[in-house]
């Protein structure tokens, strides 16, 4: 057993959430949808994750016994989290409410949605804990969504995009001869996806790519990437498939983008892009500094 208090010392030690401050996503997106539902989050969440967003989210029993580990808190991973484990078990997670992103191939997502309360209240009464790590863990170049893919790929940074005072999201890399064939190949391989979201031109020599683990559907990052040299851009997402004003708007960019790229762009799905952290990195790191079982809650539907 390893005390609460030592894991978050640990985190934000190596992370330091603390000094980057409030999450500037999900201060907008936590209210966005929890207040239409009447859910009194501010009272629910522990009070320094009401101001951070990142963090101890629900406080459970000092003693941990065991990590688990996911990208979103999706039904299955919370009904899997409360039905496996004990009482001050702690749930690890990127994010703190879901995202759907859609499918390429298949249903376009409703955007950001919130816990069901009815989970929040079980996890609770079984005093479990939650906590959550957005863009600090963007942002770390020892473990982080975007270096854990750079390192299954055997592949160097040499440079950073998406950056701002407190760290860069996305990495400008170099890899051993390969081609876009290979790198989808890889990527399906790698993330158990049933196929990669795949535009641009194809190319049979690559030895520059960008990797943007998450929502890398910005143009402007790709522009970047694109000067400094990337054949390849490698990320969770290429087209915004949420079925909103905001998706379609974000879609019709990015197909004028994709008309005169010089990159092949290649999407494994947000959520998948962003596990492979928790299986590789994060875990050993669990296992390692405090010697607790991890248990890895994948999703069995990435495009969602």
Known sequence: MVKLKRIDHAIDELFTYRKIGTDPAFSRYIPMVYDPIHFDWRDEFEPEFTKLFNGLMLRGDEEVNRVFSAVFPTEEVLERFISESSPGDLLFMHHPIVMECGDPKGKWGRGFMPIPPHFIEQMKTKRLSVFTLHVPLDY??????????REALNAKVIG???KDDNGACGILCEIAPTSTENLIHRS?????????????????????????????????????AERMGAEAYLTGEVHCHIDNDYGKKKYEQMKSYIAQTTMSLIGVSHSASEY?????????????????PVTLLPQSKWWV
């Open 188 to 224: 399906t391989e790698m993330f158990g996806i049933p196929y990669a979201d795949v535009h641009g031109p194809f190319h049979n020599h690559i030895t520059k790519i960008a990797i943007v683990a998450g929502c890398g559907d910005k143009v402007e990052a790709m522009i970047e």
């Open 276 to 292: 492979l952290v928790h299986s590789t990195q994060l875990k050993s790191w669990f296992e390692e500094k405090f010697q607790l």
């Open 160 to 162: 950073e995009l998406l």
């Open 140 to 149: 770390s170049r020892e473990i982080s969504t975007s270096d854990a893919w």
